[in-house]
């Protein structure tokens, strides 16, 4: 199992023939061309980066045993993506890089270990370097790390496995969905997942900013307070406006933002608040 390091394609062998996105409202698959959607009882699954996840696993597996009956004892390879806020992604900036893996690692976990809320010496890192930006005058190396409490990830391999599935590629749900948005210039991704916003701003297919956080009410106002600053932040950062917001998971635009809309969108189906890194995985591999 990896945390998967690339972002902008994220698949390129074959993708497995089973497919999972999990959220608290329950699981999104892909399987062998299928798509579908398993519904959860409340209290199945609470995503949490600090706490276990799965409630009740057995819930969860007996989700699995519709979607992907076993067949012998033969474990069949899976996909499976994580709830953002299940996991922390962080954007870091790196005068020098060193090429070795060996000292990249200790240098990415040292970088992170004050901004996560767990123990870094019992959490799964995975990162990746961006490729250089074109701009004039970029220098800057810019790595995205994903950081999962080890104890947390564990409990969700073990529930694919006890399915007889093997957890061979693992991702969050908003790294993956960033395969749905391959336009240039800067874009805005707002998902709205239950309580959980994720906004991501990308540039060119560079990712320059993740955010992941947890509202009450998800009112205009609550999710403006999220967003102006976070368009104030790349106005300076990147030197122009965002030029669209690209939405996912929202009832109806947002209003009181003096910016383009529209939603996020998909060759293979419309995505939602439950399957847009599904579709975005698949997307990759179309």
Not at 140 to 145: C, D, F, N
Not at 178 to 193: H, P, Q, R
Not at 277 to 286: F, N, P, S
């Given at each position: 199992?990896?945390?998967?390091?690339?972002?902008?394609?994220?698949?390129k062998?074959?993708?497995?023939?089973?497919?999972?996105?999990?959220?608290?409202?329950?699981?999104?698959?892909?399987?062998?061309?299928?798509?579908?959607?398993?519904?959860?009882?409340?209290?199945?699954?609470?995503?949490?980066?600090?706490?276990?996840?799965?409630?009740?696993?057995?819930?969860?597996?007996?989700?699995?045993?519709?979607?992907a009956?076993?067949?012998?004892?033969?474990?069949?390879?899976?996909?499976v993506?994580?709830?953002?806020?299940?996991t922390?992604?962080?954007?870091?900036?790196?005068?020098?890089?060193?090429?070795?893996?060996?000292?990249?690692?200790?240098?990415?976990?040292?970088?992170?270990?004050?901004?996560?809320?767990?123990?870094?010496?019992?959490?799964?890192?995975?990162y990746w370097?961006?490729?250089?930006?074109?701009?004039?005058g970029?220098?800057?190396?810019e790595?995205?790390?994903?950081?999962?409490?080890?104890?947390?990830?564990?409990?969700?391999?073990?529930?694919f496995?006890?399915?007889?599935?093997?957890?061979g590629?693992?991702?969050?749900?908003?790294?993956?969905?960033?395969?749905?948005?391959?336009?240039?210039?800067?874009?805005?991704?707002?998902?709205?997942?239950?309580?959980?916003?994720?906004?991501?701003a990308?540039?060119?297919?560079?990712l320059k900013?993740?955010?992941c956080?947890?509202?009450?009410?998800?009112?205009?106002?609550?999710?403006l307070?999220v967003?102006?600053?976070?368009?104030?932040?790349?106005?300076?950062?990147?030197?122009?406006?965002?030029?669209?917001?690209?939405l996912?998971?929202?009832?109806?635009?947002?209003?009181?933002?003096?910016v383009?809309?529209?939603?996020?969108?998909?060759?293979?189906?419309?995505?939602?608040?439950?399957?847009?890194?599904?579709?975005?995985?698949l997307?990759?591999?179309v």
């Amino acid at each position: 199992m990896a945390l998967w390091k690339q972002i902008t394609h994220l698949v390129k062998d074959p993708p497995p023939d089973h497919i999972f996105e999990l959220s608290e409202a329950g699981i999104a698959y892909a399987r062998n061309g299928e798509t579908g959607f398993q519904i959860f009882e409340p209290g199945v699954l609470a995503v949490s980066p600090v706490a276990d996840n799965l409630l009740r696993p057995d819930a969860v597996m007996s989700a699995l045993a519709r979607i992907a009956p076993p067949n012998g004892n033969k474990r069949r390879p899976a996909t499976v993506i994580l709830p953002d806020y299940a996991t922390r992604v962080s954007l870091l900036d790196f005068d020098s890089f060193p090429s070795s893996p060996e000292e990249q690692l200790p240098l990415v976990r040292f970088r992170v270990k004050k901004t996560i809320p767990f123990d870094i010496d019992s959490a799964a890192v995975s990162y990746w370097a961006q490729p250089a930006s074109a701009k004039a005058g970029a220098k800057k190396i810019e790595v995205v790390a994903v950081t999962v409490a080890m104890e947390i990830l564990a409990r969700y391999e073990a529930v694919f496995r006890n399915a007889n599935l093997y957890p061979g590629e693992v991702t969050t749900s908003g790294l993956a969905a960033l395969n749905l948005y391959t336009a240039s210039g800067v874009a805005v991704i707002a998902k709205l997942t239950g309580n959980v916003l994720t906004v991501m701003a990308v540039d060119n297919g560079q990712l320059k900013l993740f955010r992941c956080l947890t509202i009450e009410e998800g009112s205009d106002q609550e999710i403006l307070a999220v967003l102006n600053p976070t368009f104030a932040y790349i106005e300076d950062e990147l030197g122009q406006k965002p030029e669209k917001l690209l939405l996912c998971g929202f009832a109806k635009p947002i209003e009181g933002l003096n910016v383009e809309m529209e939603p996020l969108r998909s060759r293979l189906g419309t995505p939602n608040a439950y399957n847009a890194g599904l579709l975005g995985y698949l997307e990759a591999t179309v």
